[in-house]
């Protein structure tokens, strides 16, 4: 320092205007020198204080703009010749961007390199600029509202180097960066370093008119038109070339690639622009084809169970907007195409065996509807648990399975009746082998079919038949597995849906306190005590399915009729204005039969003992018609074939038929088996099962549940009109299928017909100005 | 802010001379560079590793065109925030303060003249 030292003399303000522009040419010399002392990094010759002091006095002496305008001048000569000497040589060969001639892109490495050390000279040269001219920044370029000296050297280097107007130093520099991101994109290695100071260096110099960085201005744009070429060919060539979980994983591994190298060396705000690309190019385009691909596609993921691609693929299609779509729709259609070919089976399963249903088999109906209910319940199971393992239990998703189930399971006109049968099934015989656990979460997963299907009353209507039969026949496993299940049903219908349920259970529970009652009151009669123990249920007509006006009809045997006379004096002087319908159809009897080689007990229904006893007045060998049983015994004759059938066609034949054969016909004779053998000594007869309905019954059902219909649809259509007064048709319609949906879908003409039926009642009247719009009638 | 007065008054580990006035009114002062560089953005550059003059461990600095009384008010103010000059006797000293305060950006003790 010393040796710069001269005598300057002592600085004082200037006197005469000479003195001062001498001094003023003296320290912007020794300023000038300095600032290229300090480009060629010799800055350790060079004295802070005086160099400060020197532009300290050259603002003060106002010769801020000189001294401004004397350093962009310096600076811009200097990095003129920065481009000439280092950043032009280091261009890459022609054609660098061609991989041909430049396979690694070791030209274009070289250039970033060469580049980095420039930007990083040119900074180090600025801060040390900014220190000496700090009183300049201060005084001057705030007042003249000028870029601080720093700023103004950022600006230099954009224009003389980045976007050198000389040299194409630009087009150098982008089309490098783009090669060396390319080169990473095929998985060379690149000096990630480099690109990154180039990056950083386009992020910190910013373009005069947009006030954007130049990596925004310049850059990021040729980026990510790039990218959307690169990543649109490669979508290409990757769906030829891959099956769908293959194509998932390279997608899933570009997308986390990208964002390394976001991270790495790009811009955040280049993320989300990065992402949306590759997301368009290699999942928006190819969706469906990565869907329907075969053998590897959505369809056989689900079908194999595989769990992790699935997940992989919600994943990564749930990254754009119709990604998530395109799936729901595929695996509800795929679940549709399931439910219907399990649809299918079942049909074409009852009329193939249909035959046997009718000879005696009485247990296939109801393995059917089980079979039925327990594939669909798979099912349910097997995407249950892809809902849970792959898709993150996403609602839409279940919501979109749930209508797939709901189609497919109302596409069968008999599911209400299969799952009534299947849980008939479960609460019959269900603790054989299964824990009462078990049992109730099958019921549970039962329950979440029921509540897909659409006609809740003709379900109601089955399950009151099978309930009356578990009870009457006392074939029900246990009271309180049926009232749970009944709880089930009353939690997802509510309290409407089970009174009559729940009716059926109270006339049990009073029917066996009226049977103690008798026996006291038998045993204090000083009547004749009946030959028989006579067991009645009383039910209530209203809570249970027997239809009253076809009460059959059957000729009982003297005794029986006796001792049900005895019960109804009983019955009916304990509560009067009651009336009684024997349904000889639902009873059993206990007889004993006497055969040649023992006595067995025999448990039969009522109508087989009618059978029975008429062989009693027989001779050995002496044979009774068909003809000749149903007129004597007045059962019905569907009723008359199938008990028929049970004893001379099941497992035990206590009746031989002439000629042989399963089916029961006119002109058949029957004889009793003397010659009958069992192993047991107490036999039971099997009674005709619940199974699933014959086409006639079938029918008579449907024109129940039709006539049921009709009577709510009225009472709702009353009951909603009650409340308004006046209602305009559209809305009444919208109203009652509203309060009606939840037992099953009633279809707007059926409403309107009972409309029309409700005026003609005069209930309703049609409004004199307007005729879609409908007053009450009190 | 007591501490650092004790400092300036009576310290040992001085680590910066500094030399101002011109001849013959030359006086060789002793600073810290860390309180130097927390209160002056002037000295943070003037001591920073690009700009620092060293002899051994010692930072060495000339300030010839400020006084070493001007010179000694910087450092009192550096110190301790105050200043001895009365305002109404040295009138003068205050202006040169003023300037000194100024050439070294300690805006906020030149605020505190104009005050």
Known sequence: ?778 | LKDIRQLFEDADDYNVTIQVGEEPNIEVLNAHSVILRARSSYFRSALSSKWAKKKGDTFTYKKPNISPKIFKEILRYIYTGTISLNDKAEQGELLKLLVAADELELEELVEHIQE
Not at chain 1, 242 to 260: F, G, S, W
Not at chain 1, 510 to 535: A, C, W
Request: hydrophobic share 35%.
């Open chain 1, 1 to 778: 320092m010393s040796s710069r030292k001269q005598p300057k003399g002592k600085i004082r303000p200037p006197k005469k205007p000479n003195s001062a522009d001498a001094q003023f040419n003296d320290n912007w010399d020794r300023l000038a020198q300095a600032i290229r002392e300090i480009h060629k990094k010799n800055a350790s010759i060079l004295s802070f204080e005086e160099l400060y002091r020197n532009a300290y006095n050259m603002v003060l002496h106002k010769n801020g703009d000189k001294l401004y305008n004397g350093v962009r001048e310096v600076i811009t000569q200097h990095l003129e010749e920065v481009a000439v000497s280092q950043v032009v040589p280091a261009f890459p060969l022609s054609g660098a961007s061609s991989s041909q001639t430049n396979p690694n892109g070791a030209g274009g490495a070289n250039f970033l390199k060469v580049l980095k050390t420039v930007w990083e000279d040119h900074t180090t040269c600025m801060l040390m600029i900014r220190d000496i001219l700090m009183y300049m920044d201060r005084v001057y370029a705030k007042t003249a509202n000028v870029p601080l000296v720093y700023d103004l050297g950022l600006d230099l280097f954009r224009d003389t180097i980045v976007r050198s107007q000389n040299y194409p130093i630009q087009n150098h520099l982008l089309e490098v960066l783009l090669q060396q991101i390319k080169l990473e994109r095929e998985n060379e290695i690149i000096d990630r370093t480099n690109v990154k100071a180039s990056i950083d260096m386009l992020l910190e110099l910013t373009d005069a008119s947009t006030k954007d960085t130049v990596y925004a201005t310049d850059f990021e744009n040729k980026f990510l038109e790039t990218s959307s070429e690169y990543y649109r060919v490669e979508g290409q060539m990757l769906v030829g070339e891959y099956d769908a979980p293959e194509y998932m994983k390279k997608v899933d591994k570009r997308l986390n690639e990208e964002e390394q190298r976001v991270r790495h060396y790009l811009s955040q705000t280049t993320e989300p622009k990065i992402r949306n690309i590759v997301e368009e190019e290699l999942i928006s385009k190819h969706l469906k084809t990565v869907i329907e691909m075969e053998n590897s596609g959505l369809i056989p993921m689900l079908r194999n169970e595989k769990m992790d691609d699935l997940g992989r693929m919600y994943k990564l299609f749930g990254r754009v907007v119709k990604g998530h779509d395109e799936m729901k729709s595929a695996i509800s259609d795929y679940i549709r195409e399931l439910g219907k070919a399990i649809n299918e089976t079942v049909t074409s399963n009852t009329t193939a065996e249909g035959g046997n249903a009718a000879s005696g088999d009485k247990q296939t109906g109801a393995t059917v509807a089980v079979r039925w209910v327990q594939e669909v319940l798979d099912l349910k199971d097997k995407f249950d648990k892809v809902q849970n393992l792959a898709l993150s239990n996403d609602k839409a998703f279940q919501t979109s399975f749930n209508e797939a189930f709901e189609y497919f399971i109302n596409k069968n006109s008999k599911s209400p009746e299969f799952i009534s049968l299947f849980i008939d099934d479960n609460l019959k015989k269900g603790l054989k082998g299964k824990t009462e656990e078990e049992v109730d979460s099958v019921l549970d997963k039962t329950i979440t079919l029921f509540r897909f299907i659409g006609e809740k009353d003709v379900f109601e209507r089955y399950y009151k038949q099978h309930l009356a039969k578990r009870l009457l026949l006392g074939r029900s496993v246990s009271d309180d597995a049926e009232r749970g299940m009944i709880g089930k049903l009353k939690v997802e219908c509510g309290y409407q849906f089970t009174t009559k349920l729940e009716g059926m259970f109270n006339d049990m529970r009073i029917s066996s306190d009226t049977m103690t009652d008798f026996k006291e009151y038998l045993d204090k009669s000083v009547l004749e005590k009946p030959k028989l123990d006579l067991s009645v249920t009383v039910l209530t007509s209203t809570f249970w399915p027997m239809n009253l006006s076809a009460s059959p009809r059957c000729n009982l045997p003297p005794e029986l009729t006796k001792a049900c006379g005895t019960f109804q004096n009983f019955y009916l002087g304990r509560h009067s204005g009651r009336r009684l319908t024997w349904q000889s159809n639902m009873g059993t009897a206990d007889i004993r039969g006497s055969f040649k080689a023992r006595k067995h007990e025999l448990n039969v229904s009522t109508y087989q003992m009618v059978i029975l006893l008429m062989f009693n007045d027989k001779q050995d060998g002496e044979s009774l018609s068909y003809e000749q049983i149903k007129g004597e015994s007045d059962i019905p004759e569907a009723d008359l074939k199938r008990n028929l059938q049970s004893l001379a066609c099941a497992k035990y034949k206590i009746l031989v038929k002439e000629p042989k054969g399963k089916e029961i016909n006119p002109g058949d004779q029957f004889n009793f088996n003397n010659d009958f053998t069992a192993p047991l000594q107490r036999i039971k007869i099997q009674t005709v099962a619940s199974k699933v309905e014959s086409e006639g019954e079938r029918k008579e059902t449907r024109e129940k549940v039709e006539e049921a219909r009709k009577h709510q649809t009225e009472a709702a259509i009353v009951r909603i009109m009650k409340d308004r007064k006046t209602m305009e048709h559209n809305l009444l319609i919208a109203e009652v299928v509203k309060q009606l949906q939840s037992r099953f879908m009633p279809n707007p003409a059926l409403i309107k017909k009972r409309i029309e039926a409700l005026i003609e009642r005069e209930y309703l009247e049609r409004a004199t100005g307007d005729r879609r719009v409908y007053n009450y009638l009190a």
